[in-house]
């Protein structure tokens, strides 16, 4: 298969893992876009509730709703289909559900934050709340004023009265229609300084959205099984990468003497250094150090003669060369920011 053909093949799987793309992911991924740097930030996906953000001492467990939502809507206790606890009868029966605020409100601790992501909010009980400009993780944030406050806790059971004092909405920039949702975060993927080009906006955003889909699946039956459900900083810096690490890799590309189409296709295969070529890349870069630390002449060593080197070495097990000096060029970037 061509190389070509091969990115044709890849940017049509991408597009294919954006169709499972809907609201709540949306969400997720503005979120990560707009504070995965923060110290320790982690996301749990669907853990005590559909998403819980922490970084250093904040965490918040929040909900997110594609619908309008209003007081009345988030306090009405829903139902539910079980088993019939009696035993006398084989069919089901409803038993009422927590409202969406009791669900919200029901984890963590008083210190915790609790956040409601909606499309908009009932125009007589937006009056009702006041704007904070910005938020710990969002934008802006709709806090209740005392007269909501009162409402919501008469839905309340006593122990999540005091909950609500740390209790906020957040109306989502991001459009349901997901052609438009996706523009959004291309934008705010651009806006954080994390590079598009090449579609690559079009591809972190299929990769994000496959992995919280493959997130979600994990059934949580103690503690430790949390684990599975978790996007850490450490993920989100792997897969949004800056335009200045780009223009890092692009400076030592150029600085090699392949032609316009070689380097057109190394460019297209760094595409999927993160995505698909991770435990490739750090054998080379064990490889790269290795190879720099035998020679001992580390100021007469050329990038060049390092990417050969990785090349001729790796060659046997099949690997096309555009991919393997990719790979390279990536490995001696970050081995430059460790040393």
């Known amino acids: 298969m061509s190389e070509e053909a091969e990115a044709n093949n890849f940017d049509n ?24 740097q923060k110290n320790n930030f982690k996301i749990y996906i669907e853990a005590e509730d559909d998403i819980v953000v922490s970084y250093e001492n904040y965490k918040a467990f929040i909900q997110v709703k594609k619908q309008v939502h209003t007081f ?29 605020l009791e669900k919200n409100l029901s984890s963590g601790t008083e210190e915790d934050t609790f956040k409601l992501i909606v499309k908009d909010i009932g125009q007589q009980d937006k009056k009702q709340l006041k704007i904070k400009r910005p938020g710990s993780i969002c934008s802006e944030l709709y806090v209740l004023s005392d007269n909501a406050k009162e409402t919501l806790i ?14 906020y909405f957040f109306i989502s920039p991001v459009h349901e229609d997901l052609n438009e949702a996706e523009k959004y975060l291309i934008g705010s993927l651009t806006s954080a300084g994390i ?102 002449e580390i100021l007469k060593i050329s990038d060049k003669e390092i990417v050969e080197h990785i090349v001729n070495k790796f060659k046997s097990r099949k690997i096309e060369d555009v991919t393997l000096i990719s790979v390279a060029i990536e490995s001696l970037c970050e081995l430059g920011d460790e040393f």
């Open 195 to 296: 590079s598009v080009d090449d579609k690559r906006g079009r591809l972190i955003i299929a990769e994000l959205s496959l992995t919280i889909d493959q997130k979600a699946q994990y059934v949580i039956n103690n503690e430790l099984d949390k684990e599975f459900k978790l996007m850490d900083r450490n993920y989100f810096s792997k897969i949004l990468q800056t335009s200045e690490s780009l223009k890092r890799f692009d400076n030592v590309l150029n600085s090699l003497d392949y032609n316009m189409i070689i380097k057109k296709l190394v460019k297209k295969e760094r595409l999927k250094i993160e995505l698909n070529k991770s435990e490739l890349k750090e054998e080379i870069k064990k490889s790269i150090t290795e190879y720099i630390e035998n020679r001992g």
């Open 72 to 100: 009345n809507k988030i306090t009405k206790k829903g139902t539910k289909k079980i088993n019939d606890p009696s035993g006398k009868s084989k069919q089901k029966v409803s038993v009422p559900s927590p409202s969406i």
């Open 13 to 36: 799987g991408g597009a294919e893992a954006i169709k499972g793309f809907n609201f709540q992911k949306a969400n997720l991924i503005l979120l990560a876009v707009n504070n995965y």
């Open 154 to 167: 008469k839905s309340l059971p006593d122990e999540l009265v005091r909950k609500i004092e740390n209790f």
